[in-house]
């Protein structure tokens, strides 16, 4: 066994740590987490976990939201610079002027924002469970931050609803192209296409399938079919081919990499364990506030 990987596992047992991993993250980390999910996973499972130390091998706003839910833990993010760049597209100014122009509106925030964000959401949402959760509010007005497309995707499920939307998107996922996944099915038309719904709506609208990686990774372990168009970030293909080894993956003609998720390295897991940096802080104001959305997502979500 490579000695970095021993180190790490030492260092687990002795601290009592756990080590959380997104399926965007390398496989190398992949490979020594305990548990591997999908933002909605690894946010209900941070409540849930029996342990000192979370090492969380993800992006930003998730660490946050690890110790938003668990504040007595240790959460440690072993890259800090590992940030989505979607969770700071919208404001409190922009809710706070909605809010004001519709009185009767439920403000929606995506996972994917920063605790401060969440401070101002009614309830948050992952794209395994938005479309549960803005299903089961009272409010006809939604304000769907901070994911246009995600917005977009829910509100084409329930038109009883008014969407109002922001711009904001995810770089990786806006990466993909109709054009791209249609050249993919030409070449390989026996292939399902199965699409995360930050992709724009033209992309969304060709899936056979459309949902979080879970959903994804689910769908094409259950599916007959032999072969799939994968549209979002790359590194599902590792828990992909782990539990269909004899179906085939294509991913659109450049590959769509989330650059912060693979920031984090067996390196710095393991120097964040040893030292016990890089923890994970948010202070009691923003805590109390943005933890309201979410355990009202995660009682929503049951
Ligand atoms: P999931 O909720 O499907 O894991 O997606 C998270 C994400 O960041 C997608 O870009
Ligand atoms: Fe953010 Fe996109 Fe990376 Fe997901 S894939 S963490 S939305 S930048």
């Known amino acids: 066994m490579n000695q970095l990987i021993k180190e790490i596992q030492t260092l687990k047992q002795e601290k009592n740590a756990v080590i959380l991993a997104h399926y965007y993250v390398d496989d190398s980390i992949q490979e020594i987490a305990d548990y591997i999910g999908d933002s909605y996973y690894l946010s209900k499972l941070a409540t849930e976990i029996d342990a000192d130390i979370i090492v969380f091998c993800g992006v930003s706003f998730m660490g946050e939201s690890a110790k938003i839910l668990n504040p007595k833990k240790v959460v440690l993010l072993p890259e800090e610079h590992a940030d989505c760049p979607m969770a700071h597209m919208v404001n409190k100014e ?10 009767d509106t439920a403000v929606v925030c995506y996972i994917n924002s920063t605790a401060e964000l969440k401070m101002y959401a009614d309830v948050c949402v992952t794209s395994a469970n938005a479309l549960k959760i803005v299903k089961a509010l009272p409010n006809k007005n939604i304000f769907f931050i901070p994911d246009e497309h995600l917005g977009r995707f829910i509100a084409s499920k329930l038109p009883e609803k008014y969407f109002i939307f922001h711009d904001g998107f995810c770089h990786v996922h806006t990466s993909i192209t109709a054009k791209k996944v249609l050249e993919l099915k030409k070449k390989y038309p026996d292939s399902e296409i199965l699409v995360h719904p930050e992709c724009p709506s033209d992309v969304v609208e060709l899936g056979n399938y459309v949902g979080s990686t879970s959903g994804i990774i689910e769908y094409a372990t259950k599916s007959e079919s032999k072969e799939f168009i994968i549209c979002t970030e790359m590194g599902i293909l590792y828990e992909l081919q782990k539990k269909n080894p004899n179906k085939t993956f294509y991913f659109p ?7 912060n998720m693979k920031k984090i390295t067996l ?3 393991r120097d964040a364990l040893w030292k016990e940096e890089k923890k994970v802080e948010v202070s009691d104001e923003i805590r109390e506030a943005a933890l309201k959305p979410l355990n009202r997502m995660l009682e929503l979500a049951k």
């Open 94 to 103: 922009k809710i706070e002027m909605i809010r004001r122009e519709y009185p």
């Open 253 to 259: 003609s450049e590959h769509p990499i989330c650059v």
């Open 267 to 269: 390196e710095k897991v």
